[in-house]
């Protein structure tokens, strides 16, 4: 090439325009600036609608990009990885946000760490796997040791990659990942409990175990969606403290008393208050004129077990026995929560890792409170275990006074009521409410 064309050839690409570079903004869902994504079941809270929401079918997670002079591209992740992108104008994103306004920020704040939920998600299935899918499924299958220990290393293992290729189907948050754990130990117990009150072989226990982890597991899925995490525990609060009410009310009968709970009708009262106290605690945490949190949850059982041991230490230098200890034990429980709920719950919100710092705070101020009784007088157990509930409770004091939590965020407006008897007065055209036990959505 002669250097007249080069020289031409320089001159028409300095003088031809560049393709001008196209950045990308990552910019929030929510006018807050605390939705960076939007998830299937957020998009079921937002009620998006077509024309501006156009996609269909299932996807991971979608996220908006400002592209400037005020056009955005919404880009949406496919479970199988692959990326689609949308145009979005103005307009559209300012529908997005009004729609976002309805979500509860407790909600997003639990949305937010997807991708750590799913692997604690699938953490905690391949602990279950190893101590209750696999024992269970191998007992029921077969009598054969061999069999046994090669069914249980095919279910533990295979556990891990059922869990992993799931999470990578559906969308799991922290509230379906705490429930579904939860109900599913609960969901083995009242299997096998189920089956030992129907007069089960040990056989049909382990599958009434193994059977009632997985629907445990699928019900935490499907009933965790759009709770927050509070709710999530309130529920799992609500079915462990019912069965431990139930527990002791059982111990005033003798049988209990002497043989624990081995006859089938208190096994199947011990399952059924289970089942109910899913209901009454996610009733609670919904009903309630305050807002709970998960932390409120631990800072409640410390509550009642300070009021449990209060109430034991009346009856603990008396020969009465587990058929009155118990009982006034749970009756000291029960006062213990409601006061827990009256003094804390109802006027802080406490996070996760305050709720922890008060049971810490709790159990070192009970210890020191014990310490203190037995200085006293070594000889005198009521007064160690009395002093010991005296002291947790100054513990529980000192720490919201040393670690004082943010103050209750009242209940969310958005929360729909039905009340069914009134529901059913007003169809019959009988005026008037009446204070009956309301179901939340």
């Known amino acids: 090439m002669t250097p007249f064309r080069t020289l031409l050839l320089v001159s028409v690409l300095a003088l031809t325009p560049a393709a001008a570079q196209v950045v990308e903004r990552p910019v929030p869902f929510d006018s807050a600036g605390r939705l960076m994504v939007v998830t299937p079941s957020m998009v079921a809270k937002m009620e998006l609608l077509p024309p501006v929401w156009q996609i269909t079918g299932d996807f991971r997670e979608a996220r908006l990009y400002d592209i400037g002079a005020g056009t955005y591209v919404l880009t949406v992740t496919r479970p199988s990885g692959a990326v689609e992108r949308y145009p979005m104008s103005g307009d559209d994103v300012a529908y997005l946000r009004a729609r976002a306004s309805n979500i509860p920020p407790a909600l997003v704040d639990d949305l937010r760490t997807s991708v750590g939920v799913r692997r604690a998600f699938i953490t905690n299935q391949t602990v279950l796997g190893v101590l209750v899918y696999a024992p269970a499924f191998s007992l029921a299958v077969t009598n054969d040791d061999a069999?046994?220990?090669?069914?249980?290393?095919?279910?533990?293992?295979?556990?891990?990659?059922?869990?992993?290729?799931?999470?990578?189907?559906?969308?799991?948050?922290?509230?379906?990942?705490?429930?579904?754990?939860?109900?599913?130990?609960?969901?083995?117990?009242?299997?096998?409990?189920?089956?030992?009150?129907?007069?089960?072989?040990?056989?049909?226990?382990?599958?009434?175990?193994?059977?009632?982890?997985?629907?445990?597991?699928?019900?935490?899925?499907?009933?965790?969606?759009?709770?927050?995490?509070?709710?999530?525990?309130?529920?799992?609060?609500?079915?462990?403290?019912?069965?431990?009410?139930?527990?002791?009310?059982?111990?005033?009968?003798?049988?209990?008393?002497?043989?624990?709970?081995?006859?089938?009708?208190?096994?199947?009262?011990?399952?059924?208050?289970?089942?109910?106290?899913?209901?009454?605690?996610?009733?609670?945490?919904?009903?309630?004129?305050?807002?709970?949190?998960?932390?409120?949850?631990?800072?409640?059982?410390?509550?009642?077990?300070?009021?449990?041991?209060?109430?034991?230490?009346?009856?603990?230098?008396?020969?009465?026995?587990?058929?009155?200890?118990?009982?006034?034990?749970?009756?000291?429980?029960?006062?213990?929560?409601?006061?827990?709920?009256?003094?804390?719950?109802?006027?802080?919100?406490?996070?996760?890792?305050e709720g922890t710092t008060v049971a810490i705070g709790a159990g070192a101020g009970g210890l020191m409170g014990m310490g203190v009784g037995v200085l006293i007088d070594r000889d005198n157990e009521a007064l160690s275990v009395a002093l010991g509930a005296v002291g947790a409770a100054v513990g529980i004091a000192a720490t919201e006074r040393i670690f004082p939590p943010n103050g209750d965020a009242g209940r969310s407006a958005s929360r729909v009521r039905f009340h069914p008897l009134n529901a059913g007065l007003a169809a019959l055209g009988v005026p008037g409410r009446l204070p009956v036990l309301s179901i939340a959505f």
């Open 147 to 353: 069999g046994r220990l090669a069914t249980y290393l095919l279910v533990a293992g295979g556990t891990y990659f059922g869990a992993a290729s799931l999470s990578r189907e559906i969308e799991i948050t922290s509230p379906q990942n705490s429930l579904a754990t939860h109900m599913a130990l609960h969901g083995a117990a009242m299997g096998f409990g189920t089956a030992y009150a129907m007069d089960g072989r040990n056989d049909a226990r382990a599958a009434g175990a193994f059977a009632g982890g997985l629907l445990g597991t699928a019900a935490g899925l499907y009933l965790g969606q759009g709770l927050t995490s509070g709710e999530a525990r309130a529920m799992g609060f609500g079915a462990d403290a019912t069965a431990l009410i139930t527990l002791g009310a059982l111990h005033l009968d003798e049988r209990m008393a002497e043989d624990g709970p081995t006859s089938r009708d208190h096994v199947a009262m011990l399952v059924g208050a289970g089942a109910v106290g899913y209901g009454l605690g996610l009733n609670y945490a919904r009903r309630a004129a305050y807002n709970i949190t998960a932390g409120d949850i631990s800072v409640l059982w410390m509550s009642g077990a300070i009021g449990a041991v209060a109430a034991y230490s009346a009856v603990v230098n008396g020969d009465h026995g587990v058929q009155v200890g118990v009982p006034v034990a749970t009756v000291g429980f029960i006062g213990g929560l409601v006061a827990g709920d009256r003094l804390l719950v109802s006027r802080f919100d406490h996070s996760i890792g």
